[in-house]
């Protein structure tokens, strides 16, 4: 499958903050996500990929062009939804409309106001009298009205109630289905996200510490439940997260077909089961171990 | 009309309006002579109109737009350089005028254009101190 977005090696430096050697790919036509706890640096890394910030070294490659010579075509084909919504306060989204119409190439009015509806944002109300939900959903609506090949979206479900972050999940499902867009999206909550992310990045401290494709990860990450003594230490250290509880321990493993042979006996004696393992349960997993 | 310029313009545009309305009257009626202080003002309403300007300017969303930040920046310049030369152009047509009563002098020309370029100066440092 063809490749829309590659970054290698980005380095960003801040006072207290640095992204180190960041390399990332995404495929056309996918849902990617980028999750991580609190200043992992993934609103950073957005930032550089969208052009919104510059980098120190390092190089970005989106659609098969570069920012430093193509920065107004790949903007028309990049829809970006900043973590907090940028727009003018006293503005209205109608004024907002008008104003980027002038810019975007393959600006969609109707589609836009269409969107508004859907979001059930008033068009007329200005900005700083709207929610933080619905400032996020202006936002999306803008970067959704513009024919963006490549939607790098920066925790789009932050602040939206359960109705409308279905609606959204449910809407980039579907922008992706025929393979035409792709999207990228960044989150340290993985509500929602985890179920429609085909690859899964992990960022922690300034550094990939994940680079998978979901499904992949899904097999192969899983909780083994079983009765305290009936796996030897040897297997419990392999685990990648142990918990010893009051009614039985439970192991995080990373590998589970390298595993299954081991803990077969427990299975097949009922003193241990396997479950499926959430990205949140990885995610914590990198952290507490890194 | 390029909707940045349109927003910002709306600024300049009273600034220069209250310029020549509260000052340039001076320049035309009194005897004294106005033009050794009243165009040490231009740089004040510059400034002032900038700052109304620059109050709500979201860079964020303007990055967020094709456009590169070369072009923003051409069109805050190009501001500022239409509201200095503007008042230059109207700050000497006045002086021509009143070298006639003595009020002003060819060196107030001289005057004039250096308070000019030293606001231009200053509004482009500014400029570049907020960007």
Redesign the interface.
């Known amino acids: 499958m063809e490749t829309v977005l590659e970054a290698t090696d980005l380095t960003k430096d801040y006072e207290d903050f640095s992204l180190r050697g960041v390399s990332l790919t995404v495929r056309s036509g996918s849902i990617s996500g980028v999750f991580g706890p609190n200043a992992a640096g993934k609103t950073t890394l957005l930032k550089v990929l969208?052009?919104?910030a510059p980098m120190q070294s390092g190089a970005v490659r989106v659609l098969g062009q570069i920012y430093e010579t193509s920065?107004?075509?790949?903007?028309?084909r990049v829809g970006?939804v900043?973590q907090e919504p940028?727009?003018?306060?006293?503005k209205t989204a109608t004024w907002h409309a008008?104003?980027?119409a002038?810019?975007?190439?393959r600006w969609d009015g109707a589609g836009f106001f269409s969107l508004l509806e859907t979001f059930r944002v008033n068009p007329l109300k200005k900005v700083k009298h709207l929610s933080g939900g619905q400032k996020k959903l202006l936002s999306l609506a803008?970067?959704l009205s513009h024919g963006a090949e490549l939607l790098i979206l920066d925790e789009p479900t932050a602040g939206l109630d359960v109705v409308h972050r279905r609606s959204l999940l449910d809407r980039l499902r579907a922008i992706t289905a025929d393979g035409s867009r792709t999207v990228l999206v960044a989150s340290h909550i993985t509500d929602g996200l985890d179920e429609i992310a085909e690859d899964v990045t992990f960022l922690h401290d300034g550094r990939v510490v994940l680079h998978a494709a979901a499904d992949d990860l899904m097999t192969r990450w899983k909780w083994v439940h079983y009765k305290d003594g009936s796996l030897d230490r040897a297997i419990e250290g392999r685990f990648a997260t142990l918990r010893r509880q009051p009614f039985g321990n439970r192991g995080l493993t990373d590998d589970l077909p390298a595993l299954r042979e081991a803990v077969a006996p427990a299975l097949a004696s009922g003193d241990a089961r396997i479950d499926h393992a959430s990205l949140e349960d990885i995610l914590l997993s990198f952290v507490k171990g890194a | 009309m390029d909707p940045i310029l349109r927003r910002s313009s709306f600024f300049y545009v009273t600034a220069f309006v209250t310029y020549t309305g509260l000052m340039g009257r001076f320049m035309l009626t009194r005897d004294w002579p106005a033009f050794e202080v009243i165009p040490l003002f231009l740089p004040v309403w510059l400034i002032s109109g900038m700052l109304a300007s620059e109050h709500d300017e979201r860079y964020a969303f303007l990055r967020t737009l094709p456009l590169t930040d070369r072009a923003v920046v051409r069109t805050k310049f190009a501001l500022i350089l239409s509201f200095v030369s503007a008042a230059w152009l109207l700050m000497t047509a006045v002086a021509l005028f009143r070298m006639g009563d003595g009020v002003a002098t060819p060196s107030t020309l001289v005057y004039v254009t250096l308070v000019c370029a030293s606001a231009l100066l200053v509004g482009a440092l500014y400029q570049i101190g907020i960007w």
Do not use: M, V, W
Not at chain 1, 86 to 90: G, H, K, L, N
Not at chain 1, 102 to 105: D, Q, S
């Open positions: 969208a052009a919104q920065e107004g075509d790949l903007k028309n970006y900043p940028t727009f003018y306060p006293d008008r104003f980027a002038h810019y975007f190439a803008t970067a």
